[in-house]
């Protein structure tokens, strides 16, 4: 029986199928870059499971549109919505068809998790579904990669799952972090700290001490990434300085959106760490530089845009209010989303 990669998607409009032809891509680009990898084909080796929560957001945002005639005076209408709106003016920024598609699409994705029960019901079903293959497969089996909003779902989700404290009651539903450790968990582009909220991001279970839930940790950010800049999920201390464990931050340019998750995946900084403890094999290692080499010339790198580097630059000064940054970056990365 093959282990599992179970993927969690960010925000956005996307489906199981689409979602999974996107890790998939980049991950079978990256094995190619390699001289002796184990395969060129990641399901070749490992079952691809798609967490997809999207349906939750449409289904909802169809009644919200049913019962105030468009989606943006219903983001405005919201009581859960008010503290949000308060804060983050976007009425003036909704100007054309595509920015309104693309503020329900992704802006939204993110304050109904935060500020809405319909985050309860995310992790409900993340935890349901997560459970059973760990059932079915064995937690060890199991690697978790998640993207963007996916981070805070995959931590919020976990941190849940697992008791902390080791307390079992067979009773709760919960599980022993020790008994049933996953393989890995990987952070794309994390987002957790600024979405914190039930669960103290400081504090999780998910982390590769000798109490935490997961074998290995990977926390990864890009240094042109907006929406990693808000509120960075930097974790310190011991645990988190194991050779095994990476909290790096990437330099280059693959795709012309820096949040994108190819730009992630295919990046050999990223993946030779992954795919040792994938395949358990030190090959990624010695291969590294070709890797590298092959990264570079396979990928027309690309600069990032110039108000993009000024907004990484506005962001490095923990000033005024984390969400009306947020919605900076957000605002300041649009375009780049539609291409």
């Not at 956005?12 to 870059?33: C, D, I, R, W």
């Not at 000798?210 to 960075?232: A, E």
């Not at 998750?261 to 050999?268: A, D, F, I, Q």
């Not at 110039?306 to 984390?322: C, M, S, T």
Request: glycine share 4%; with cysteine.
């Amino acid at each position: 029986m093959k282990p599992v990669l179970f993927l969690v998607h960010g925000m956005g409009n996307h489906t199981e199928a689409s979602f999974k032809s996107e890790v998939v891509t980049s991950l079978n680009a990256a094995l190619s870059y390699y001289p002796n990898p184990d395969t060129t084909n990641i399901e070749s080796a490992f079952d691809i499971v798609v967490f997809s929560y999207n349906d939750i957001f449409e289904n909802y945002l169809e009644k919200l549109k049913n019962e105030f005639g468009d989606i943006i005076t219903a983001a405005t209408s919201m009581p859960e919505l008010a503290a949000i709106n308060d804060v983050v003016d976007f009425k003036n920024d909704l100007r054309s068809i595509s920015e309104k598609v693309l503020f329900t699409t992704h802006w939204l994705d993110v304050v109904l998790y935060r500020f809405t029960l319909l985050g309860e019901a995310i992790r409900a079903r993340f935890t349901s579904q997560l459970s059973q293959l760990i059932r079915s497969r064995g937690s060890s089996n199991v690697h978790i990669i998640a993207h963007s909003l996916g981070t805070a779902v995959t931590l919020d989700a976990l941190s849940i799952l697992y008791d902390k404290n080791l307390l079992i009651d067979p009773t709760d539903g919960k599980l022993n972090p020790i008994v049933n450790r996953l393989g890995s968990v990987t952070y794309l582009a994390n987002v957790a700290k600024i979405l914190e909220d039930i669960v103290p991001v400081d504090q999780t279970v998910v982390n590769p001490s000798d109490t935490g839930c997961s074998n290995r940790v990977f926390n990864v950010n890009h240094q042109l990434d907006p929406f990693t800049k808000v509120r960075p999920y930097k974790p310190t201390g011991a645990l988190w300085t194991q050779l095994t464990n990476i909290d790096d931050e990437l330099e280059h340019l693959a795709t012309k959106f820096p949040h994108d998750v190819g730009n992630y995946l295919k990046n050999p900084v990223v993946n030779q760490p992954l795919f040792e403890v994938y395949f358990n094999s030190p090959n990624y290692s010695e291969g590294v530089d070709i890797a590298q080499r092959q990264f570079l010339a396979n990928n027309k790198l690309v600069a990032a845009s110039e108000e993009v580097i000024q907004l990484i630059e506005a962001l490095k000064q923990p000033d005024g209010n984390d969400w009306q940054r947020f919605y900076s970056a957000f605002k300041a990365v649009y375009q780049l989303i539609k291409e």
